[in-house]
């Protein structure tokens, strides 16, 4: 069955550092997004994109936040300058089409994002 | 935007059959009904869709009134391994989560 890769698995960095979190959507999906979870706390849309640009985001994805498609096959999220508040599992899902299809998002495993 | 509504929280045995039902009274005529099942600290895993009447699959079954202002979630003979969070969504141009319910299945 297709995956959607997400690396790394977990990720400890320094408050106002940039990270990169990457993920490898399924190869014939065409909607990529993130999200993110918070320990304890419900899963939250952050943006989505197709079509090498943002179709819609969120408030919390703010000027700190960006994402890229840069080959073709990885899709990455870009924090630039981390807080502390940044610490969640941020995943990474793709799909076929935007709606009126029957397989569902597929989510990756998720980078546990730790912000010391 | 559709809000849902779900249980918080059920408890169920090895064996028996789950229903969880789902309330969502503003869907708009074009919004599909989804579910997914989330074990802790993995991503939402797809469960089943439809849109109206019942749709099955190897996993479940999803059952939606004429109306669509509901739907329920019908796992058949669960098991520990199904202890999980499930959640229902209604899919517009994205999935918006809500907290789920959190299925305990005991043995």
């Known amino acids: 069955e297709p995956e959607v890769t997400q690396t790394p698995s977990h990720q400890v960095t320094q408050m106002g550092q940039e990270v990169i979190l990457r993920c490898v959507p399924i190869s014939n999906h065409l909607y990529f997004y993130w999200y993110r979870q918070i320990l304890g706390q419900k899963v939250e849309f952050l943006v989505s994109?197709?079509?090498?640009?943002?179709?819609?985001k969120s408030e919390i994805f703010d000027d700190q936040f960006s994402v890229e498609r840069p080959d073709g096959s990885n899709f990455t999220l870009k924090i630039r300058s981390t807080k502390l508040e940044d610490s969640a599992m941020y995943f990474c899902a793709s799909s076929p089409s935007r709606r009126d299809f029957l397989g569902g998002y597929t989510f990756g495993s998720g980078t546990r994002l730790t912000v010391v | 935007l559709a809000k849902t509504t779900q249980p918080i929280s059920m408890d169920s045995y090895e064996g028996q059959e789950v229903n969880i039902t789902c309330s969502h009274n503003n869907i708009a005529t074009n919004d599909y009904i989804t579910w997914y099942q989330q074990f802790p600290s993995q991503g939402p895993r797809f469960i089943i869709q439809g849109y109206k009447t019942k749709v099955t699959n190897e996993v479940a079954s999803l059952f939606i009134p004429a109306d669509r202002k509901s739907s329920t979630l019908s796992l058949p003979r669960v098991s520990l391994s199904d202890t999980a969070v499930y959640y229902c969504?209604?899919?517009?141009?994205?999935?918006?989560f809500g907290t789920g319910t959190r299925l305990q299945v005991f043995p």
């Open positions: 994109f197709y079509n090498n640009e943002i179709s819609e």
């Open positions: 969504l209604v899919l517009t141009d994205k999935l918006i």
